[in-house]
């Protein structure tokens, strides 16, 4: 499992700044090569990005994370304090041979 979240995080990373990488088609000018060109009109729709949608996603993939995380904690932690209990049930009752 753990494996497994850890190639999927390492394909994400890799994968945004390859996509941002990518070069414009052959023949256009880049923005960098012309300079700043202000906009004059505008921005329409097809070209805005959801901005809240996109804010809360990212929220409420954060609090997903932190939660996992949270319950990944509490089960390693019961594991180590029934581990605790065990050896502390063997000390108590003269396991031992010294």
């Given at each position: ?13 890799l ?8 070069k ?8 960098a ?13 097809e ?17 997903v ?7 990944s ?26």
């Open positions: 499992m753990k494996r497994m979240l850890a190639v999927v995080f390492s394909v994400l990373i994968a945004g700044p390859a996509q941002a990488q990518q414009p088609a052959a023949g256009a000018p880049s923005a090569q012309d300079g700043f060109v202000p906009v004059d009109a505008p921005v329409s729709p070209d805005a990005m959801p901005a809240p949608r996109l804010v809360a996603t990212a929220y409420g993939f954060i609090w994370v932190f939660f996992g995380y949270l319950v904690l509490r089960m390693r932690l019961s594991k180590v304090e029934r581990e605790l209990a065990m050896v502390g049930r063997r000390a108590g009752s003269g396991g031992g041979t010294s």
